[in-house]
C-alpha cells in the first residue's frame, strides 16, 4: 500500500521561532499533497493544497506568509510554521494524492505532527 | 461549496451490537465518498470509499457503506462491533467535477466500545 511519512511526529518550539515538518511519500510519486490541521477532539480543516513545481493554493484565512508550503519534488512535501505563537499549537497532517494504480480519487495520509508553542 | 455533518459524535456500543453511523453530504453534483478511522494515537486510515457503481460498498474490517444519493447520505455500519473498533471515525467527500481534489470531512463521531 502507500505509505506517507512525517517528520518530526512532535516538536516543541519557542513562540517566535520557525517549525518546518516534512512530509514524504515512501513508496509512490505525489502529484497533489494537502495540509490539514486538527485541533483536539475536531475534525480535520484543509489549510493548503499543493501540486508539485507550482506555488501551493491556501484556503480562506489561512495566512500563505506564516504558513509557507514547498512541494519541491513528487515525494517531499514541507510546510513551515514561521514565527509560531502559542495559538498555531494544533495536530497537523499531511496527505498525498498521486500517480498509484489508477486510484487517483485516494488521499493517503501521513501519521500527523504535533507542534506545541511554548 | 460542499459539506458533510456527523449527526452521531459520541456514541457508546457494548461488544457484539450493532452499528450504523449517519453522514449527509451537501453537494449538487457527482461525489466522491470516503469513510477513515483514527485509532487512538494512530494516523487515519481508509475503512471503504465509493466513486461509482454499487451503492453498497464494503470496507475493511467488517465495515460496509451504503450510497443513496436520494437522501445525499453514506452511512456506515457493521453488524457486530468489537472493543477493538473504538476509534474516531470521519466521513468525507470530494466532489468530482470541481476539480477541488482536496477532502472535505466531517466532525467526526467517537466510538467507544465496551467489552
Known amino acids: 500500500g502507500a505509505v506517507v511519512s512525517q517528520h518530526p511526529s512532535r516538536v516543541i518550539c519557542k513562540s517566535g521561532t520557525s517549525v518546518k515538518i516534512e512530509c514524504r511519500s515512501l513508496d509512490f510519486q505525489a502529484t497533489t499533497m494537502f495540509w490539514y490541521r486538527q485541533f483536539p477532539k475536531q475534525s480535520l480543516m484543509l489549510m493548503a493544497t499543493s501540486n508539485e513545481g507550482s506555488k501551493a493554493t491556501y484556503e480562506q484565512g489561512v495566512e500563505k506568509d506564516k504558513f509557507l508550503i514547498n512541494h519541491a519534488s513528487l515525494t517531499l512535501s514541507t510546510l513551515t510554521v514561521t514565527s509560531a505563537h502559542p495559538e498555531d499549537s494544533s495536530f497537523y497532517i499531511c496527505?498525498?494524492?498521486?500517480?498509484?494504480?489508477?486510484?487517483?480519487?485516494?488521499?493517503?495520509f501521513g501519521p500527523g505532527t504535533r507542534l506545541t508553542v511554548t | 461549496a460542499q459539506s458533510v455533518s456527523q449527526h452521531n459524535h459520541h456514541v457508546i456500543l457494548s461488544e457484539a451490537a450493532s452499528l450504523e453511523l449517519g453522514c449527509n453530504y451537501s453537494?449538487?453534483?457527482?461525489?466522491?465518498l470516503f469513510w477513515y478511522v483514527q485509532y487512538p494515537g494512530q494516523h487515519l486510515q481508509l475503512l471503504l470509499k465509493?466513486?461509482?457503481?454499487?451503492?453498497l460498498v464494503k470496507g475493511i474490517k467488517g465495515f460496509e457503506a451504503e450510497f443513496i444519493k436520494s437522501k445525499f447520505s453514506f452511512n456506515l455500519r457493521k453488524p457486530s462491533v468489537q472493543w477493538s473498533d473504538t476509534a474516531e471515525y470521519f466521513c468525507a467527500v470530494n466532489g468530482r467535477d470541481t476539480g477541488r481534489r482536496a477532502l472535505t470531512f466531517g466532525s467526526g463521531t467517537r466510538l467507544q466500545v465496551q467489552p
Open positions: 465509493y466513486f461509482s457503481g454499487d451503492p
Open positions: 453537494y449538487g453534483g457527482t461525489v466522491n
Open positions: 496527505s498525498a494524492r498521486g500517480i498509484l494504480s489508477g486510484h487517483s480519487y485516494e488521499q493517503y
